[in-house]
């Protein structure tokens, strides 16, 4: 279900904003071309981990967010956070993210 390429990323990205339309989910994640990204959200979907909400106008408009589903992998994305920072610390690398956004929606 969050195999592919950039799921787990985009599910990230959506647990930190609550809506998030094909535009914004674009800058946010600029490596992944329209079609990868397309395909990842549709994917995501079909497993019932996000909504895609169309909005009826010129040009469309749509949102993306986590269903009720989708935001009980939060567990799962802490811990490969987690798991990665040690990786990343065992290596001498720096750590380039953080997890503050989506902890601190938790006290919300």
Same mark, same amino acid.
């Given at each position: 279900?969050?195999?592919? /390429?950039?799921?787990?990323?985009?599910?990230?990205?959506?647990?930190?904003?609550?809506?998030?339309?094909?535009?914004?989910? #674009? +800058?946010? !994640?600029? =490596? &992944?071309?329209?079609?990868?990204?397309?395909? #990842?959200?549709?994917?995501?979907?079909?497993?019932?981990? $996000?909504?895609? %909400?169309? @909005? *009826?106008?010129? *040009? *469309? +408009?749509?949102?993306?967010?986590?269903?009720? @589903?989708?935001?009980?992998?939060?567990?799962?994305?802490? &811990?490969?956070?987690?798991?990665?920072?040690?990786?990343?610390?065992?290596?001498?690398? %720096? $750590?380039? =993210?953080?997890?503050? &956004? !989506?902890?601190?929606?938790? /006290?919300?």
């Amino acid at each position: 279900m969050i195999g592919g /390429k950039y799921k787990s990323l985009i599910l990230w990205k959506l647990m930190t904003n609550k809506t998030l339309r094909f535009s914004q989910l #674009q +800058k946010e !994640i600029p =490596c &992944a071309t329209p079609k990868m990204l397309t395909q #990842q959200l549709r994917e995501l979907e079909s497993n019932q981990l $996000i909504n895609r %909400k169309v @909005f *009826p106008v010129v *040009p *469309p +408009k749509v949102e993306y967010s986590l269903t009720d @589903f989708g935001k009980s992998i939060k567990p799962v994305l802490e &811990a490969m956070y987690q798991w990665g920072s040690h990786c990343l610390n065992r290596q001498g690398l %720096k $750590i380039n =993210c953080t997890m503050a &956004a !989506i902890a601190d929606q938790t /006290k919300q």
